[in-house]
């Protein structure tokens, strides 16, 4: 019997970030994908396998929270990490919703994203029910 790993799915605009945290994901043993757009994203096809979502708030054409409301309008419950090099007190002030795990300022701390992603991973248990 094979145990699939937990896919993350990064979403940014910025190469750079994207490619970081996919590497640093695989390097933790997560499956990793990165995506440029979230449009691209929501053509990814085992979209809903992904177990969390590493979307940045601000890139062109749809951003990572419209993203977000995106996919709970489809119906998709992906726990989501939101990162920003804008952050904007208000936007987090008004709370993001029970999908949202945490929002991190860029550079974020590698353990500090780690720690949003195991918070996700649990939450994904609980609902499996494992």
Do not use: W
């Given at each position: 019997m094979?145990?699939?790993k937990p896919l993350i799915a990064i979403v940014d605009d910025d190469q750079s970030v994207r490619e970081a945290t996919k590497g640093l994901m695989r390097s933790l043993g997560f499956d990793?994908?990165?995506f440029s757009s979230a449009d691209?994203?929501?053509k990814f096809p085992p979209l809903r396998r992904t177990a969390?979502?590493?979307t940045d708030i601000h890139m062109p054409g749809t951003s990572g929270l419209d993203l977000h409301h995106k996919l709970v309008a489809l119906?998709?419950?992906?726990p989501t990490v939101l990162i920003t090099?804008?952050?904007?007190?208000?936007?987090?002030?008004?709370?993001?919703?029970?999908?949202?795990?945490?929002y991190l300022e860029k550079?974020?701390?590698e353990q500090d994203l780690l720690n949003c992603i195991r918070s996700a991973l649990e939450r994904g248990d609980d609902?499996?029910?494992d």
């Amino acid at each position: 019997m094979t145990s699939k790993k937990p896919l993350i799915a990064i979403v940014d605009d910025d190469q750079s970030v994207r490619e970081a945290t996919k590497g640093l994901m695989r390097s933790l043993g997560f499956d990793a994908e990165s995506f440029s757009s979230a449009d691209d994203f929501l053509k990814f096809p085992p979209l809903r396998r992904t177990a969390c979502l590493v979307t940045d708030i601000h890139m062109p054409g749809t951003s990572g929270l419209d993203l977000h409301h995106k996919l709970v309008a489809l119906g998709v419950s992906i726990p989501t990490v939101l990162i920003t090099a804008y952050p904007n007190e208000n936007l987090r002030a008004r709370g993001f919703g029970p999908d949202i795990v945490g929002y991190l300022e860029k550079p974020f701390d590698e353990q500090d994203l780690l720690n949003c992603i195991r918070s996700a991973l649990e939450r994904g248990d609980d609902v499996e029910g494992d």
